[in-house]
């Protein structure tokens, strides 16, 4: 079946250090890949999203690479802030869009100033 | 953004009682809506399907007695835990994707269950 692995955490960081979270997937064909955020008491939003190879995604300095060949879409961002702490969640959806989606476990990261 | 609305964000229960959440889309009409669990340090994982206007398609090991599922209407679904036992507390979210912009799914803010 179709599943999601995302490098295990909590992640510490200094602010402005380079992140990578890594995130590989298990699934057939073609899926759609997407990285959402939770912050400290809010609910799941969007953060960027690629619906085929070689695709990138990108939003607020993040970026992320739909990557076929290593089934990988890892999250990178080049200098991070303290208001980026939260829990970020890789997910893919078999069917268009972003319905029923699988989710990796999240890794939390924590940003110190 | 849309905005889908969940209620309550958190609810302590005692064993055997019945609980309802609510999940709301606020600024769209969503015919279909998304059932989520987070375990303690795990994934979000998905339970069931809830389709305005049918059952509810439940995901395999989920059981459709025990969380039931109705959308009566095309903004609102809800989830009600039955006979709730210590091993339901958990963290459930739904979700809702915009008929128009299926590329991106809009998500409640959680409901934490406890029962005691």
């Known amino acids: 079946g179709n599943s999601v692995t995302q490098m295990e955490g909590p992640v510490t960081l200094s602010e402005e250090a380079f992140l990578t979270i890594n995130c590989t997937y298990t699934?057939?064909?073609?899926?759609?890949l997407f990285w959402y955020v939770q912050y400290p008491g809010e609910g799941l939003q969007l953060l960027l999203k690629?619906?085929?190879?070689?695709d990138k995604g990108s939003n607020k300095g993040f970026e992320a690479t739909y990557r076929k060949e290593t089934t990988s879409f890892h999250l990178e961002k080049g200098s991070v802030q303290v208001s980026d702490s939260a829990v970020y969640f890789c997910?893919?959806?078999?069917?268009?869009?972003?319905?029923?989606?699988?989710f990796g476990q999240g890794t939390r990261l924590t940003i110190n100033p | 953004g849309a905005v889908v609305s969940q209620h309550p964000s958190w609810v302590i229960c005692k064993s055997g009682t019945s609980v309802k959440i609510e999940c709301r889309s606020l600024?769209?009409?969503?015919?279909?809506m998304f059932w989520y669990r987070q375990f303690p340090k795990q994934s979000l994982m998905l339970m069931a399907t809830s389709n305005e206007g049918s059952k509810a398609t439940y995901e395999q090991g989920v059981e459709k007695d025990k969380f039931l599922i109705n959308h009566a209407s095309l903004t609102l679904s809800t989830l009600t835990v039955t006979s709730a036992h210590p091993e339901d507390s958990s963290f459930y979210i739904c979700?809702?994707?915009?008929?128009?912009?299926?590329?991106?799914?809009?998500f409640g803010q959680g409901t934490r269950l406890t029962v005691v």
């Open positions: 979700s809702a994707v915009v008929p128009w912009r299926n590329t991106e799914a809009f």
């Open positions: 997910a893919l959806s078999q069917i268009q869009g972003a319905q029923k989606l699988v």
């Open positions: 600024d769209f009409q969503a015919t279909t």
């Open positions: 690629a619906t085929k190879a070689d």
């Open positions: 699934a057939t064909g073609y899926p759609s």
